[in-house]
């Protein structure tokens, strides 16, 4: 396919670009500064600001389907104005999908969130994103799949492991999503489809429920040696693990997250072993390779 991806630049949209390209997928990414990624430098860029109409129009031309990402959020450093996320993510999302009614796209990925809701504006903007999705899938019959991400914003090494356990997911699995959303509205495996994007640890409701109780000989089980680990580097465990039922994004999608704390245990133990400082290091939601 032809693929369209907004906010190309960003951490999530960087790594969606790289798994559309493994998956021979031909990318066109949008975004008011180019990727510096030295992988993505020779792919297709155009400069588009998803408020603007012309900039989108132009953008969706001559593609078979769009991925759109671009969004601010409201943990973004620096933060940004209220004003700014709800023109970007409410009036971007409208001229996106109005850009692809237009050219008659009828693939199309949009990323929304775990914090759709009604707290804040950043979750406001999500629920009228999906309730844009609905409407345009409504008038135009296209295959539009919402994805609800969880959070893979960087964070230092250490606490994205944690954080892995609660509402934390590894960018690659965002991007395994994606790809797999955008190749099942392309083969209509659905018209209008909703899933959960998260971390899944593959642990039983037991110990889920009661990770402070169970937590440690669960990961003694899945990591020999955890325990130290986990109390050298000051790693607290959560009283209770969040996981989700994944199973209708399995059946659909054919996607299943890859990537638990237990591959985190696994490396820190890795890196731990050969007396790797991993203090300063930060990852883009994803284990790094040492």
Same mark, same amino acid.
């Given at each position: 396919m032809n693929v369209l991806v907004t906010g190309?630049?960003?951490?999530?949209?960087?790594?969606?670009?790289?798994?559309?390209?493994?998956?021979?997928?031909?990318?066109?990414?949008?975004?008011?500064?180019?990727?510096?990624?030295?992988?993505?430098?020779?792919?297709? *860029?155009?400069?588009?600001?998803?408020?603007?109409?012309?900039?989108?129009?132009?953008?969706?031309?001559?593609?078979?389907?769009?991925?759109?990402?671009?969004?601010?959020?409201?943990?973004?450093?620096?933060?940004?104005?209220?004003?700014?996320? *709800?023109?970007?993510?409410?009036?971007?999302?409208?001229?996106?999908?109005?850009?692809?009614?237009?050219?008659?796209?009828?693939?199309?990925?949009?990323?929304?969130?775990?914090?759709?809701?009604?707290w804040s504006v950043y979750g406001v903007s999500k629920v009228i994103g999906e309730d844009l999705c609905r409407a345009y899938h409504e008038m135009t019959g296209a295959s539009i799949a919402?994805?609800?991400?969880?959070? *893979?914003?960087?964070?230092?090494?250490?606490?994205?492991?944690?954080?892995?356990?609660?509402?934390?997911?590894?960018?690659?699995?965002?991007?395994?999503?994606?790809?797999k959303a955008l190749e099942g509205a392309d083969r209509q495996a659905f018209g209008l489809f909703r899933t959960v994007v998260h971390t899944d640890h593959g642990m039983p409701e037991q110990v889920r429920a009661d990770f402070a109780r169970h937590g440690l000989d669960w990961c003694e089980q899945q990591v020999p040696g955890s325990s130290a680990l986990l109390a050298k580097y000051a790693i607290e465990l959560p009283e209770e693990v969040e996981q989700h039922d994944l199973s209708e994004a399995r059946r659909i999608l054919g996607w299943q997250p890859q990537v638990g704390f237990a591959d985190f245990l696994k490396d820190l133990k890795r890196r731990d072993e050969l007396g790797i400082d991993v203090s300063g290091l930060i990852v883009p939601s994803e284990l790094p390779q040492a």
């Open positions: 190309a630049s960003g951490n999530g949209g960087q790594a969606v670009c790289r798994a559309l390209l493994q998956a021979g997928h031909r990318i066109r990414m949008a975004d008011v500064m180019p990727s510096q990624a030295a992988d993505l430098a020779t792919s297709e *860029f155009v400069r588009c600001d998803t408020r603007t109409a012309s900039d989108v129009r132009q953008a969706v031309r001559g593609m078979d389907g769009v991925i759109h990402l671009a969004a601010w959020h409201c943990a973004h450093q620096p933060p940004v104005s209220d004003d700014t996320i *709800f023109a970007v993510n409410v009036d971007g999302t409208y001229n996106v999908l109005e850009a692809c009614r237009q050219e008659g796209i009828r693939s199309i990925v949009y990323a929304s969130s775990m914090a759709y809701g009604w919402m994805l609800r991400y969880h959070e *893979f914003i960087p964070r230092p090494y250490l606490e994205f492991g944690a954080r892995l356990l609660r509402n934390g997911v590894d960018r690659r699995d965002v991007a395994s999503a994606t790809v």
